[in-house]
């Protein structure tokens, strides 16, 4: 499933796929990177998936949807699959593919399952990639020392719309959005953590912190959006995550940018 999701995002961002290529993905967290070697600058210093990788670090105070520039708010069309959905927009196929090199994929929320193997899929191609995350820290255990020409790490929060700085897109062509949390309470709902605050609000402020030049934004989403009141869906929504996820699909939509949203 997370693999189809990911051949499904890389499709979406339109970057060439050599036909006889075979992606085989390794949880990072099996994959220990010794950090001795790294070293803590006070605003930027170089940060790594695996030895082969590479980031550079700054600070800064599953269904899938696509739009196109020329007519960016309209409504997507639907196409059911058996778990997952995948929604375009009327005009997707009318951004021609590019090079790996002219491109800069901004990923929020890359230290989560579905991210660490989003990074890991783009770094694999030669993409650069610019990763926001809230704990510096967790990138440096996750990624190891990286290459800023191919990895970079800004830290922000996507729930705080002052962290969300003009300069952290600058020279961004691409993002993809793979933040989320549980739909129970649990642990991870701690700080701040909920559903609303997440799916949400933090939707909300990084697709309005955006500027208009960027070429494509990617929204992983869940199955289930659209039949929250049904079962086994409505347990699911109990506390709310479908519905927060389905206003943020619905603001990228209204946004005027051009969208893809994998529902998975």
């Known amino acids: 499933m997370l693999a189809l999701s990911l051949m499904r995002l890389v499709r979406a961002l339109k970057f060439p796929i050599p036909m ?13 990177v010794a950090l001795d070697r790294f070293s803590i600058a006070p605003r930027r210093s170089a940060v790594s998936v695996r030895p082969s990788l590479s980031i550079s670090r700054r600070s800064s105070s599953s269904e899938t949807s696509t739009s196109s520039p020329s007519r960016r708010a309209a409504a997507a069309p639907v196409v059911n699959a058996v778990k997952e959905e995948v929604i375009e927009s009327p005009a997707a196929d009318s951004e021609a ?3 790996a090199s002219s491109k800069l994929v901004l990923v929020a ?35 190891g020392q990286q290459d800023e020409e191919r990895l970079q790490v ?4 996507t729930r705080n719309p002052e962290d969300l ?10 993002v993809i959005c793979c933040t989320g949390t549980t739909a129970f309470p649990s642990k991870r709902w701690e700080g701040d953590n ?42 699911m929504n109990l506390f709310g995550v479908l519905k927060y996820k389905k206003m943020g699909e619905d603001f990228l939509r209204q ?6 949203i994998l529902r998975g």
């Not at 989560?112 to 255990?141: C, F, M, P």
């Not at 800004?154 to 929060?157: A, N, V, Y």
């Not at 700085?165 to 691409?174: K, L, Q, R, W």
């Open 154 to 157: 800004w830290q922000g929060d």
């Open 194 to 235: 909920s559903p609303e605050r997440v799916d949400w609000e933090g939707v909300r402020n990084l697709i309005s912190a955006l500027p208009s030049s960027i070429k494509r934004v990617v929204l992983v989403s869940s199955v289930g959006i659209t039949k929250s009141n049904e079962l086994p869906w409505s347990i």
């Open 109 to 143: 929320g890359g230290s989560g399952g579905v991210g660490q193997l989003v990074v890991a899929s783009l770094l694999e191609r030669n993409i650069k990639t610019r990763l926001l995350l809230r704990d510096l820290d967790k990138a440096i255990s996750l990624f």
């Open 165 to 174: 700085d003009p300069s952290m897109f600058e020279g961004v062509t691409h």
């Open 20 to 32: 006889a290529t075979q992606l085989i993905f390794t949880p990072l967290s099996s994959s220990p």
């Open 255 to 260: 946004s005027g940018l051009p969208f893809t």
């Open 97 to 99: 593919p590019s090079s």
